[in-house]
């Protein structure tokens, strides 16, 4: 940690300074991988909604622009990157610090189960002085953050399994062949593919929000710890995590 005095804070009022310390919580891979997986997801959606309904054609003969070949391309190798970034999100898993562990991913202490209520009346500014402070992942961002990863291996299931069916009998047909049938027919998990995108279609501007309101309102400099690594928290108040 490193400790140091910066400018006033607006929300103490009259001037009076207060002693901020630095904590490092991202290593780099974390921050990558995060920037990463975020261009992909976007590009996923994009892509998505326009094989499952084309929004736009080009003029002429189809075989002329091979428009839909080139957005599925995108499409695969967006989600091949996408998988990649959580291999090696599954290994911080293990190897990170205390914010990056698997611990960091769920309610571990039952104490936090006790806090999720608090947190969640301070995002409707309701009691926001009661909440408890977290420098890593609050009890709510755990369980939506451990609920997104979920979406995206059901995704990726699901995608792999609709790729596989261009070529039975190839890899993907063969490695992810059971999904279809485990989900009550192809059909089934191509709706379940489509819908759940419209769950990163909720979440990505909710959590843009989130972040940007905690900075502005809290100074707690969520955005630039995913960028530096870094974070610049109050010296007086005391974290749970800590």
Known sequence: ?????????????????VEYKRVYLWHWPIRAMHWIAALCIVSLVVT?????????????????HFLMGRVRFVHFVSAGLLVATAIVRSYWLFVGNKYERWRALFPYHR????NLWLVLKKYFFVQPWKAPHYMGHNPLQQLAYTSIYGIALLQ??????????AEPGGF????????GPLLGGTQIARFLHHVLTWVWVIFL???FYLTIRA????????????????????????????
């Open 205 to 207: 501007p909710i959590h």
């Open 156 to 165: 990726v299931l699901t995608g792999f399994h609709m790729y596989g069916l």
């Open 48 to 64: 998505g909604f326009y094989i499952g309904k084309p929004y736009f054609m080009t003029g002429g003969e189809p075989s002329d």
């Open 1 to 17: 940690m490193e400790a140091g005095t910066l400018a006033p804070s607006e929300s103490l009022g009259r001037g009076v300074p």
């Open 111 to 114: 104490e936090d189960w006790s």
């Open 215 to 242: 900075d502005v309102l809290h100074h707690e400099s969520r955005v630039t710890s995913i960028v530096s690594g870094g974070r610049y928290v109050r010296a007086d108040i005391e974290f749970v995590d800590d």
């Open 172 to 179: 993907f047909a063969v490695a992810f062949g059971w999904v």
